[in-house]
């Protein structure tokens, strides 16, 4: 999971998943819920923490799933919740997409979505080069 197939990336399918799980919460708990609770992995002095942190060792491991799933079981949960589509989150300094204002669930959610699929494709290509087979 920590591998780093590429030099001098850092990248890792480890941390994708703890990347994932930190725009998990900025986007849900932050941007939709406006929750103040501090970023996961990565900091101001550290703005790779995310990915710099994603070491070999099964702890860090299965934390970064347990916290990766509990971002997504928060945002499924306010989701469901919501009363609608429309409902706002406000994004002033333009972290999610929004051009520095107001930004829908709707908008969210198909932001979500492209920034999933762009990661599953990162995953495939570091699984394709960790253990060599192509296309499955």
Do not use: K
Not at 75 to 102: K, M, Q, W, Y
Not at 103 to 131: C, K, N, P, Q, T
């Amino acid at each position: 999971m920590a591998r780093r197939s590429v030099a001098p990336s850092t990248m890792s399918l480890l941390g994708l998943v703890r990347h994932l799980a930190e725009v998990e919460r900025a986007t849900f708990r932050v941007l939709m819920s406006g929750q103040d609770v501090p970023r996961l992995y990565c900091s101001d002095t550290d703005r790779d923490g995310d990915f710099d942190g994603a070491v070999a060792d099964p702890r860090v491991v299965a934390e970064a799933w347990d916290a990766w799933r509990a971002e997504v079981d928060f945002a499924t949960r306010f989701v469901a919740e919501a009363p609608g589509l429309d409902i706002t989150g406000d994004d002033p300094l333009n972290e999610h997409g929004s051009g520095g204002g107001l930004m829908s669930l709707r908008d969210v959610l198909v932001g979500m979505v492209h920034e999933y699929a762009r990661h599953l494709g990162h995953a495939d290509l570091l699984r394709e080069r960790i253990d060599g087979r192509i296309g499955q």
